[in-house]
């Protein structure tokens, strides 16, 4: 869980609580609409039309069909009557229609920017104000590729064109065969995408025609039982199409709905995690939590995505990335300690030779990674600021803790004392995170402050009660009206449970609690 299947990389899962893409978006809900679930979305304006806006920078016509899908589900902004009219603008002479982001303006565009175009009238209801001789004119084009060999997918964008202008589909095109699935236990998982694209496309012509379909439902049932927690949304979506099409029970799609009800937002709308892109930063959250709970740090995944991301040329030559990456490798292979690491730590632009209030976070972040890259840091110089605010407290802990977690303790200023946080851990309320709160507690517990029972109370209050998202029982979350999970935030209440011995059982199941 949390591993990207674009790079490789942890994400964070704050992700999680990210609606999916206006195309994944669309897949999803079309299929459960299917599976006849009915869904609605009650998405504030602001993120619909997020997804409106991202939909159209991608396809002025297929964006718009993407959009289809949220209007029926209740967003009625996501699409409305000034889009029949941009529509109508990319009708050309000829009958077709014409959508830049498709390419070339041959005929597999433009069979493909009409079945979009007629469809988002159609579900508009303006497909109706096409005069007859507009009509005609598409129809008699449609009918004049109909003759020709064509790929399955031109065919059925074809099929489907005709259909929503209710015109016959011709024998040519009904006639094509269902692809064959004799030879699918031998097919790469590439060829068995294209496999599946093929059959969907098949489908969707003998339904243009009002044929029934005849596939090979034993061989797709098994995909889908294999298939239905992992598949993308689109192959998901052509999945049950080209299986409610052949006449499957309702039994088989039982565990598509599970998957789909489980990845909805409270708004209706669904995630995605196959798009969350993940990021060194992320992961080394992640392989701190593994060294807390007591599980392996050894990744050979992770160092699969560095080699990959460093071969592309596209990565970043800032030092704080940089020592990221070094760090991940570091923990990651268990490896040494390299050169690269070493300059970094000792470099005052990367890692401050002076804390103040204000790089207090900077400091310890990059004293952290130090760590992990196994390298020793220097003691900073020490500023002096008020411990009258929250901002002033929490960044007192973070070089508290900073130091402390790089094996320098004994260069706690004196003038930090428990007493100092004494106050502040006993108040959770007086933070507007979980993390902030846990690394003022970690200060005092770390000066000699006592668990006892008022703070026991407090911790309840300010940690406990955030435990926990969707699929993520064990993570925490942000705090402060944030009701997302977080790595670092999971980092801080670990840490400080570890600190306390495991008295607050805020570690997972199985954690050796004496730390050792």
């Known amino acids: 869980m949390l591993v990207s299947k674009e790079n490789g990389y942890y994400y964070p899962p704050f992700l999680r609580e990210q609606p999916a893409g206006p195309q994944a978006q669309s897949f999803a809900?079309?299929?459960?609409?299917?599976?006849?679930?009915?869904?609605?979305?009650?998405?504030?304006?602001?993120?619909?039309?997020?997804?409106?806006?991202?939909?159209?920078?991608?396809?002025?016509?297929?964006?718009?069909?993407?959009?289809?899908?949220?209007?029926?589900?209740?967003?009625?902004?996501a699409l409305g009557g000034a889009d029949a009219k941009a529509v109508d603008k990319q009708r050309a002479k000829g009958g077709w229609y014409v959508d830049s982001a498709l390419g070339d303006d041959g005929d597999a565009a433009r069979l493909g920017a009409t079945w979009a175009a007629l469809d988002v009238l159609k579900a508009l209801g303006r497909l109706g104000d096409l005069s007859p001789a507009d009509r005609s004119v598409t129809a008699d084009w449609l009918r004049s590729l109909a003759g020709k060999h064509r790929p399955l997918d031109q065919s059925a964008a074809l099929a489907s064109a005709l259909h929503l202008l209710k015109e016959p589909v011709p024998a040519a095109l009904t006639g094509i065969a269902a692809p064959h699935t004799d030879d699918f236990?031998?097919?790469?998982?590439?060829?068995?995408?294209?496999?599946?694209?093929?059959?969907?496309?098949?489908?969707?012509?003998?339904?243009?025609?009002?044929?029934?379909?005849?596939?090979?439902?034993?061989?797709?049932?098994?995909?889908?039982?294999?298939?239905?927690?992992t598949l993308p949304y689109e192959q998901l979506y052509y999945l049950v199409h080209v299986l409610k099409g052949a006449g499957s029970p309702d039994s088989v799609f039982a565990?598509?709905?599970?998957?789909?009800?489980?990845?909805?937002?409270?708004d209706g709308t669904v995630r995605d995690p196959d798009s969350y892109l993940g990021d060194p930063d992320a992961s080394l959250f992640v392989e701190r939590l593994r060294s807390l709970a007591g599980w392996s740090r050894q990744d050979p995944g992770l160092i699969t995505a560095l080699d990959g991301e460093e071969k592309s040329g596209d990565v970043s030559q800032e030092g704080a990335e940089r020592l990221n990456r070094a760090a991940l490798r570091k923990v990651a292979a268990d490896g040494g300690t390299g050169d690269e690491a070493r300059r970094l730590c000792a470099d005052p632009t990367v890692l401050p030779v002076a804390v103040t209030e204000q790089n207090a976070r900077q400091w310890q972040r990059t004293t952290l990674n130090c760590a992990d890259a196994?390298?020793?840091?220097?003691?900073?110089?020490?500023?002096?600021?008020?411990?009258?605010?929250?901002?002033?407290?929490?960044?007192?802990?973070?070089?508290?803790?900073?130091?402390?977690?790089?094996?320098?303790?004994?260069?706690?200023?004196?003038?930090?004392?428990?007493?100092?946080?004494?106050?502040?851990?006993?108040?959770?309320?007086?933070?507007?995170?979980?993390y902030d709160y846990a690394l003022a507690v970690r200060a005092y517990s770390l000066l000699g402050g006592a668990l006892d029972t008022p703070l026991r109370e407090a911790l309840e209050r300010g940690v406990t009660a955030y435990?926990?998202?969707?699929?993520?029982?064990?993570?925490?979350?942000?705090?402060?009206?944030?009701?997302?999970?977080?790595?670092?935030?999971?980092?801080?209440?670990?840490?400080?449970?570890?600190?306390?011995?495991?008295?607050?059982?805020?570690?997972?199941?199985?954690t050796e609690e004496n730390g050792k």
């Open 29 to 77: 809900l079309r299929t459960l609409s299917e599976l006849g679930r009915d869904p609605k979305t009650s998405a504030p304006a602001a993120r619909v039309s997020s997804l409106r806006s991202e939909a159209l920078e991608s396809s002025s016509l297929w964006g718009r069909d993407w959009l289809i899908a949220l209007r029926q589900a209740g967003a009625s902004e």
């Open 185 to 229: 236990a031998h097919l790469t998982p590439s060829t068995r995408a294209d496999r599946l694209n093929d059959t969907y496309h098949y489908v969707l012509i003998q339904e243009a025609a009002g044929e029934r379909p005849d596939v090979d439902r034993t061989t797709w049932e098994a995909v889908l039982r294999d298939g239905a927690a």
């Open 255 to 266: 565990p598509v709905v599970k998957r789909l009800e489980g990845e909805r937002l409270d």
């Open 374 to 434: 196994g390298v020793t840091v220097r003691t900073p110089q020490i500023g002096t600021w008020g411990l009258d605010t929250p901002q002033g407290v929490v960044a007192a802990a973070t070089v508290t803790v900073g130091l402390a977690d790089a094996g320098k303790r004994g260069s706690v200023p004196s003038r930090l004392t428990a007493g100092s946080f004494e106050q502040w851990a006993r108040n959770p309320d007086r933070f507007t995170s979980v």
């Open 467 to 510: 435990k926990g998202c969707p699929g993520l029982p064990d993570l925490y979350q942000v705090g402060g009206g944030d009701h997302a999970c977080d790595l670092k935030t999971t980092w801080a209440v670990w840490t400080l449970d570890r600190q306390l011995h495991g008295a607050m059982g805020w570690l997972p199941k199985g």
